[in-house]
């Protein structure tokens, strides 16, 4: 089994940044690809951006291309998801969740899921 925590949600107002944590326990960290994901109120889940377990891949949603970055240390168990540029309409819960194969943007590819965490973005 695999815990995943994330944090550093909270209030920002449009065009600031927030950085996301993904604290993992359990199973072996480095074994699993990582995803981020998002929903907002209404809507289905997303995805946002995906990294191997090596940290060498990554792939995006293209609508946060070049704002977005993600990012992992497997020495620390964690990953991370740098949001700049922040958008009112990108108000939503973010998921952090972690699979067996990398580069999947579908939430069926993602075998365990954090409890997520608010990011609102204020006018």
């Known amino acids: 089994q695999v815990q995943l925590v994330e944090s550093g949600g909270g209030l920002v107002q449009a065009g600031g940044s927030l950085r996301l944590s993904c604290a993992a326990s359990?199973?072996?960290?480095?074994?699993?690809?990582l995803g981020w994901f998002r929903q907002a109120p209404g809507k289905d889940r997303e995805f946002v951006a995906s990294i191997s377990q090596s940290g060498a891949g990554t792939n995006y949603a293209d609508s946060v291309k070049g704002r977005f970055t993600i990012s992992r240390d497997n020495a620390k168990n964690t990953g991370y998801l740098q949001l700049n540029s922040l958008k009112r309409e990108e108000t939503a819960v973010y998921y952090c969740?972690?699979?067996?194969?990398?580069?999947?943007?579908?939430?069926?590819?993602?075998?365990?899921w954090g409890q997520g965490t608010q990011v609102t973005v204020s006018s």
């Open positions: 969740a972690a699979g067996p194969i990398a580069a999947r943007v579908d939430v069926t590819g993602y075998n365990y």
């Open positions: 359990g199973r072996t960290f480095s074994s699993l690809a």
